[in-house]
């Protein structure tokens, strides 16, 4: 019977061959180990991704953000240069072609004053979708800022901000629109952005709060403060980055129904007014006189209802790529 093979770092007496077996396993282990060949997909294992890269690298394989995201592109493009797609007037009207339908070089037809549809649909993205920017912009600054602060100090100042929020949210968007526009005689944007702001921060302080209560309990920030950090470099450096990406989801949603909501109430007669050139204007315009010349109607409300869909599909998919759970 043969004997057992003893490892040559265990030869010796008592406590001094063990303790040499244990530091040559150690040894053996802490080696790096020999390179080979990558995984399969060809992406090295390293370095682990982040949130926001893994995120991104989920996306440009969803299709619906595909999609969404080129017709945002396209309708970003002809809102900042609306004249490389129609080299008409919009303001231009001739009453002999007054609701004719399309015609060569024209083909959406004209409206009630004879104007180019076709050119007043184009056109009219630069007011959508500068309302929708500048309100959701607003919105989620204030709405972070706010919620930020509250769910981070907490104590009366969250007290304060929730018993606010509550008197905002108790405010009808329609009625408190109608209200408080009917008295605007200003014919830009910006009054319908202030107040599409002032109805919309509330939701989204609400996200932003909860969001920071909860990434202010992980031990990382525990770490940071018992280390010493301050209160602005805990916000700015740990939690910020950690609680922004629920705000970005609604904020990305919430464009697209502001968007609805500035064409609804220029429809009722409260939001942008003429001689701006916007959809829900030419919506209102055209709808008594739908059974004579629906085409009046159609485009401009075929245009609104395509940019909504691209803006909420587009949050849809950010969300699922940034929600783990939903993966």
């Known amino acids: 019977m043969s004997e057992p093979h003893v490892?040559?770092?265990?030869?010796?007496?008592g406590d001094g061959g063990t303790a040499a077996l244990a530091i040559g396993e150690a040894e053996s282990l802490s080696r790096a180990p020999a390179p080979g060949p990558p995984p399969p997909g060809g992406e090295p294992t390293g370095k682990p991704r982040s949130l926001?890269?893994?995120?991104?690298h989920d996306l440009r394989r969803n299709?619906?953000?595909?999609?969404?995201?080129?017709?945002?592109v396209f309708l970003m493009v002809i809102a900042l240069w609306p004249q490389l797609i129609a080299t008409g007037n919009p303001y231009r009207a001739d009453l002999s072609k007054a609701q004719q339908g399309a015609a060569p070089g024209h083909p959406f037809g004209y409206d009630t004053q004879g104007r180019d549809v076709y050119t007043r649909?184009?056109?009219g993205a630069r007011a959508s979708i500068t309302v929708g920017t500048c309100a959701t912009a607003g919105a989620a600054l204030l709405g972070s800022l706010l919620g930020g602060l509250a769910g981070f100090f907490g104590g009366w100042w969250d007290t304060l901000l929730s018993r606010l929020a509550d008197i905002f949210f108790g405010i009808p968007v329609l009625l408190g629109g109608l209200v408080f526009l009917s008295v605007v005689t200003?014919?830009?944007v910006w009054p319908v952005v202030g107040f599409i702001v002032l109805l919309g921060w509330p939701q989204i302080?609400?996200?932003a709060r909860g969001s920071v209560v909860t990434a202010k309990?992980?031990?990382?920030?525990?770490?940071?403060r018992a280390l010493g950090a301050g209160n602005g470099r805990m916000l700015l450096r740990h939690i910020a980055p950690n609680a922004i990406a629920p705000v970005i989801v609604v904020a990305t949603i919430a464009l697209g129904t502001y968007i609805a909501l500035e064409a609804t109430l220029s429809y009722l007669g409260a939001g942008l007014k003429p001689p701006t050139v916007s959809w829900g204007i030419d919506i209102s315009a055209a709808s008594?006189?739908?059974?004579?010349?629906?085409?009046m109607l159609l485009w401009p409300a075929g245009a609104l209802s395509i940019t909504v869909l691209a803006f909420i599909m587009l949050g849809d998919a950010v969300r699922d790529a940034l929600d783990p759970k939903l993966r």
Do not use: K
């Not at 309990?217 to 940071?224: M, R, T």
């Not at 008594?288 to 085409?295: D, E, F, G, L, V």
């Open 7 to 13: 490892p040559q770092e265990a030869i010796g007496h």
């Open 52 to 56: 926001w890269s893994d995120a991104w």
């Open 63 to 72: 299709p619906v953000f595909v999609v969404s995201a080129l017709v945002i």
């Open 121 to 123: 649909v184009v056109y």
């Open 186 to 188: 200003s014919t830009t």
């Open 205 to 207: 302080s609400r996200i």
């Open 217 to 224: 309990q992980n031990d990382y920030v525990q770490a940071a």
């Open 288 to 295: 008594t006189h739908i059974r004579n010349a629906p085409h």
